[in-house]
């Protein structure tokens, strides 16, 4: 994972035997705390300090640098310090001048946190005072003290300067850091002329094996097409994926190949949106959480929700194309494209060419969206079947439905399997349409095949010498074919 800076603090004093800071630690993983102390005495009082945070000792320190015998740098580190605001102390054996910066990470190698380190110590630094510190993977930081008072250090390119300069004592003492450095560097006033001590850092970045951990899936639809979600995660980095579909669970792969992503940058719940989804359907809400090493969390999923369907603004109407004269036909209904406010009356009409309805009218409305009705022709030809409804909603098209005198008359084929076998006395569906339009002409069940796989039935929608597309599906199996048929 990679590194990041958590928080800095500092302090100093003169004279006395204990320099106590306090510094507040953050929960990120895989933590540093890093103490760097300067000692402006002509004695190293930092030699036999002791360094503790939260009470617990920092050990020995890990570099000594020095410029002069008043110009001493020392560095201390602890892994995996406890969270929360405790205090750094140095405890010298004598009283002594001191200046302290302490710096806590997260991210950072807990067998080896510092991979690289470099250091200098000169009365004669030049200006810029410039080191290369291997740090191309992970964070560079330093610790400067030049040992004269009230000198302006700025801090290098890219650099982020670590609180501000710690003056008096007669020196001043600064601090920054730098990912991804190759180099780290400071410009001062005395080039050719200053007493620095120096040391510059690499740490190193933490191996990220653990993968982040998804709670409280959420999905709520907030109109027809749209939605809103969140998930917490229990990482502030990677990517979060996200999908809504329609099935309860999906896979992490499927999740990341839907393509919807939005970064992470704090951990707790992240505020997402869907949109595009279809009107009256019910979605789940599913989610992958790719942190920045690669390791994908589990899939997480929400409860259902659906969306909202619009408000109805027009009439719908299906039925059967054709018939025979003096007999009901087969249903036609009637329905709405959207959600139904009231209860709407919808009359059926042929124009006044004589025919009958059955009912004469129908009721739709939120909670019976549909009705049906038949119609009965008084006579031959084309009858054009309307409707008018009670709510201000805009009619359906029209249906055309031809009336004739006889039912006519449609017999398949030998039906027989893939392998060629005839399928004899086997119930079938028959779904008969417009070759041409392929609108559906009639819809036919209860049909069985007779001894030979041939299946037949007479139906006033069907009209002599006129060609159909016939699909013929097995009820059992659902197994179909399609064949074209001349009606008789």
């Known amino acids: 994972m990679p590194i990041a800076f958590d928080s800095g603090s500092s302090g100093k004093t003169s004279g006395a035997s204990t320099l106590t800071i306090s510094h507040t630690v953050g929960a990120g993983a895989d933590r540093l705390l890093l103490v760097a102390a300067a000692c402006i005495n002509g004695t190293d009082f930092l030699a036999s300090a002791t360094v503790t945070y939260g009470g617990v000792s920092l050990g020995a320190p890990k570099y000594a640098v020095t410029a002069t015998a008043n110009n001493i740098v020392r560095v201390w580190w602890m892994v995996a310090p406890a969270t929360g605001t405790a205090n750094v102390v140095i405890t010298t054996a004598a009283g002594a001048s001191v200046k302290a910066f302490v710096t806590s990470w997260a991210g950072v190698d807990q067998t080896t946190p510092i991979s690289a380190a470099v250091s200098s110590g000169t009365g004669y630094a030049l200006s810029p005072l410039t080191h290369s510190i291997a740090a191309a993977s992970g964070v560079a930081v330093d610790f400067l003290c030049n040992r004269a008072a009230s000198k302006t250090m700025t801090v290098g390119a890219g650099q982020t300067q670590i609180g501000t300069a710690l003056a008096g004592f007669a020196s001043t003492s600064v601090a920054s850091y ?3 450095a190759t180099s780290m560097s400071w410009t001062h006033p005395d080039n050719g002329n200053a007493n620095i001590t120096y040391i510059a850092m690499a740490l190193a970045s933490s191996t990220d094996s653990t993968p982040p951990s998804l709670t409280s899936p959420t999905g709520t639809a907030t109109g027809s097409t749209t939605a809103t979600g969140s998930v917490s995660t229990s990482e502030a980095n990677g990517t979060l994926y996200r999908l809504a579909s329609t099935n309860a669970t999906e896979t992490a792969a499927a999740i990341k190949a839907a393509g ?18 279809a009107s009256g359907t019910t979605y789940y809400a599913h989610y992958v959480h790719t942190d920045a090493a690669g390791n994908d969390s589990a899939a997480s999923s929400s409860a259902s929700f659906t969306t909202t369907v619009p408000a109805a603004t027009a009439t719908t109407l299906g039925g059967p194309s054709g018939g025979v004269v003096g007999a009901a036909s087969s249903a036609f209904t009637v329905g709405a494209n959207g959600t139904i406010t009231g209860t709407v009356t919808v009359t059926p009409s042929d124009g006044g060419d004589g025919g009958t309805f059955t009912p004469t009218s129908v009721a739709i409305s939120s909670g019976t969206p549909t009705a049906t009705f038949t119609y009965t022709p008084g006579s031959v030809g084309a009858k054009t079947i309307s409707i008018s409804d009670t709510g201000s909603l805009t009619d ?10 006889t039912a006519g008359t449609l017999t398949s084929s030998p039906l027989k399997n893939n392998t060629g076998t005839v399928l004899a006395a086997v119930a079938f569906e028959a779904y008969v349409s417009n070759p041409t339009s392929g609108a559906l002409v009639v819809k036919k069940t209860g049909l069985t095949s007779n001894g030979s796989g041939v299946v037949s039935f007479s139906d006033g929608a069907v009209v002599a010498a006129t060609s159909y597309r016939v699909v013929w599906r097995r009820t059992d199996t659902g197994a179909e074919g399609l064949e074209t048929l001349t009606g008789t």
């Open 396 to 405: 359906a098209t029209p249906l055309t439905y031809t009336a004739t005198l």
């Open 178 to 180: 730098k990912a991804g």
């Open 260 to 277: 919807l992503t939005q970064g992470v940058s704090a951990t707790g719940a992240q505020a997402v949106t869907f949109s595009g989804l």
